[in-house]
């Protein structure tokens, strides 16, 4: 089966799932939880026309047609410190800002691991889906702040995968959520991983759908009651397998 190359850009059809390329950046990931690289690999090459369903679901909504003619580039909106710093205390952004500075993370490097296997005039294609995929990506770690899924431990990170994956459907999500709760089985010797892992799916199906949100005008509301508009449940599995896995000093994968 031909496969679609990485460097490729989204020709607005399906792209062919390239199982290859993803089956080979799953071991490397699984080998090393750290290896963000590895991702977006995964991603590329099992997420097919995810991000065509979801632009179409976004423009059925009522302010998706707005929201897809602006095409705010959220990557660089998010590294406006000066944008950040002026949201009110209490608000997902002051919650986003302060995540920001526990972990020395940014949207914009985010983007840049995103794109290291992307020739240069790849990196940034005009097209409404791959615009869609941009947004994917950029609030990944404003979905971290939501959940309260931390981003620092690889059981925070493999919950919001399964959440994710129950947002947007995009098969790459599943994959790493999978492997990494069957993994977790041999490392911990428990089930706590694969519990909070399943309930991140479970949350993330009950949640509404935060593709379809204005980010710049959520980043204003208050945490808590965004949460709760939002019907984003406490992780209460996740929570429990955090001190199960601090007992034992390991880590989920």
């Given amino acids: 089966m031909a496969t679609q190359p990485l460097s490729a850009p989204n020709p607005g059809t399906p792209l062919k799932r390239d199982w290859g390329t993803a089956v080979q950046a799953l071991r490397r990931l699984l080998a090393n939880g750290d290896d963000t690289v590895q991702v977006f690999r995964i991603m ?27 095409r705010v580039e959220l990557s660089k909106r998010f590294s406006d410190r000066a944008w950040l710093d002026a949201l009110p205390a209490g608000s997902v952004g002051a919650a986003y800002r302060a ?3 526990r972990t020395g993370f940014s949207a914009q490097g985010l983007a840049d691991i995103s794109m290291a296997d992307l020739k240069p005039d790849n990196a940034m294609i005009a097209h409404p889906y791959a615009w869609f995929g941009r947004r994917e ?17 690889h059981l925070g990170e493999l ?7 129950a947002q ?19 490392v911990t010797g428990g089930t706590a991983v694969l ?7 479970r949350h993330g199906k009950r949640a509404h759908w935060l593709a379809g949100e204005d980010y ?24 429990r397998a955090q001190a199960e896995l601090r007992a034992r000093g390991t ?3």
């Fill in 44 to 70: 590329r090459a099992l997420n097919a026309d995810a991000s065509q369903k979801n632009y179409c679901k976004l423009i059925a909504t009522g302010q998706g047609g707005r929201l897809a003619y602006e």
């Fill in 99 to 101: 995540f920001l500075d």
């Fill in 137 to 153: 990506r950029d609030v990944h770690d404003i979905w971290h702040t939501l959940t309260g899924y931390t981003a620092e431990e």
């Fill in 159 to 165: 919950c919001l995968v399964a959440f994710s994956y």
């Fill in 168 to 186: 947007t459907g995009g098969l790459g999500w599943g994959a790493i959520g999978l492997a990494g709760a069957l993994k977790s089985l041999r």
């Fill in 195 to 201: 519990k909070a892992v399943w309930e991140g799916y």
């Fill in 216 to 239: 710049e005008a959520l980043l204003a509301e208050p945490l808590d009651a965004a949460r709760r508009r939002l019907n984003i449940a406490e992780p209460v599995l996740y929570h």
């Fill in 251 to 253: 880590q989920a994968i």
